[in-house]
């Protein structure tokens, strides 16, 4: 069973920055790994995904200002470093890890941008 235990989020002004991380405990296998996110009344959208061969992929409107790495020590811990934030980008953010066809979810971390 895949466990993933994520950190970070939190408040922060408009313009500003904050770093998730997401651990995935249970597997030696390298796992593909994502963010998504969920504001209030919206559907769970993706907006960065790393692959098994370092492919990664961006939602449009983070493009640019987000960027999604992983760990040089452990390669199912990612980071998602965000910045620029804006209002928009307020949300519960979760991380996500694929192994064969099942994929699991952290417990979603609150993200609030406001001045």
């Known amino acids: 069973q895949v466990q993933l235990v994520e950190s970070g989020g939190g408040s922060a002004q408009p313009g500003g920055s904050l770093r998730l991380s997401c651990t995935a405990s249970?597997?030696?296998?390298?796992?593909?790994m994502g963010w998504y996110r969920q504001a209030p009344g919206k559907q769970r959208e993706m907006i960065a995904q790393?692959?098994?061969?370092?492919?990664?992929?961006y939602e449009d409107s983070v493009k640019d200002r987000f960027t999604i790495s992983r760990d040089v020590t452990n390669k199912n811990t990612v980071h998602l470093q965000m910045n620029s934030l804006g209002p928009e980008d307020t949300a519960v953010y979760y991380c996500?890890?694929?192994?064969?066809?099942?994929?699991?979810w952290g417990q979603g971390t609150q993200v609030t941008v406001s001045s």
């Open positions: 996500s890890a694929r192994r064969f066809s099942t994929t699991y």
């Open positions: 790393i692959q098994t061969d370092e492919t990664i992929e």
């Open positions: 249970g597997t030696v296998m390298v796992l593909r």
